[in-house]
């Protein structure tokens, strides 16, 4: 199954029957991609997704699984794993980090940062995110863009596992030199 807009399109109406896949990852914390597989297929009906991922998009159930397996379980493991990452970056510079509530998290806040009076909310996403061209992703893209704007989300973005040292926040102030850039 090619990773094309009919796809993606699809997969925008399918993803709604899914919970939370990240409060899933936060309240379980697996340890390894084999452990977080387990967690998903203990709480989620894969089966009922990539049937109607199949049935939308006229492709084998084979290709279905395949493509739900690694948007659903490897994407958020890494995720998950980025989001760690950031956590303790976020935390070696004397910041303490909570996990936002649910309306928070719908605004696009994926960690929250305090330290004194400061209160910095965080979206991470990867770079290939913003890489994709088609129209539903330009879409999520301005829509992301904008809700960092309007919620002043400071916005990490990663690429094999390290975090862009060049990611542009402007409307945030320094913010330690923006987390020491990272922690290198």
Same mark, same amino acid.
């Given at each position: 199954?090619?990773?094309?807009?009919?796809?993606?399109?699809?997969?925008?109406?399918?993803?709604?029957?899914?919970?939370?896949?990240?409060?899933?990852?936060?309240?379980?914390?697996?340890?390894?991609?084999?452990?977080?597989?387990?967690?998903?297929?203990?709480?989620?009906?894969?089966?009922?997704?990539?049937?109607?991922?199949?049935?939308?998009?006229?492709?084998?159930?084979?290709?279905?699984?395949?493509?739900?397996?690694?948007?659903?379980?490897?994407? *958020? +493991?890494?995720? #998950? !794993?980025?989001?760690?990452?950031?956590? $303790?970056?976020?935390?070696? /510079?004397?910041?303490?980090?909570?996990?936002?509530?649910?309306?928070?998290?719908?605004?696009?806040?994926?960690?929250?940062?305090?330290?004194?009076?400061?209160?910095?909310?965080?979206?991470?996403?990867?770079?290939?995110?913003?890489?994709?061209?088609?129209?539903?992703?330009?879409?999520?893209?301005?829509?992301?863009?904008?809700?960092?704007?309007?919620?002043?989300?400071?916005?990490? *973005? +990663?690429?094999? #596992? !390290?975090?862009?040292?060049?990611?542009? $926040?402007?409307?945030?102030? /320094?913010?330690?030199?923006?987390?020491?850039?990272?922690?290198?």
């Amino acid at each position: 199954m090619e990773d094309n807009g009919k796809i993606n399109e699809a997969w925008q109406r399918v993803r709604l029957y899914l919970p939370n896949m990240m409060g899933l990852y936060n309240t379980y914390h697996p340890q390894t991609l084999t452990e977080w597989q387990n967690i998903v297929n203990q709480n989620v009906d894969m089966g009922a997704i990539t049937e109607a991922l199949t049935e939308i998009t006229d492709s084998t159930p084979e290709d279905a699984e395949t493509w739900v397996n690694e948007r659903v379980i490897k994407d *958020t +493991y890494q995720g #998950g !794993k980025m989001q760690d990452k950031a956590r $303790n970056i976020i935390e070696e /510079n004397g910041y303490s980090v909570i996990i936002p509530t649910e309306q928070e998290d719908k605004k696009g806040v994926d960690l929250i940062a305090h330290k004194g009076k400061d209160k910095i909310n965080i979206q991470i996403k990867p770079r290939s995110f913003f890489m994709c061209r088609s129209r539903v992703c330009k879409c999520k893209q301005s829509i992301l863009r904008n809700k960092c704007k309007a919620n002043k989300i400071l916005l990490m *973005t +990663y690429d094999n #596992g !390290k975090f862009d040292k060049s990611e542009k $926040n402007t409307y945030l102030d /320094n913010i330690d030199n923006i987390f020491k850039r990272w922690q290198k």
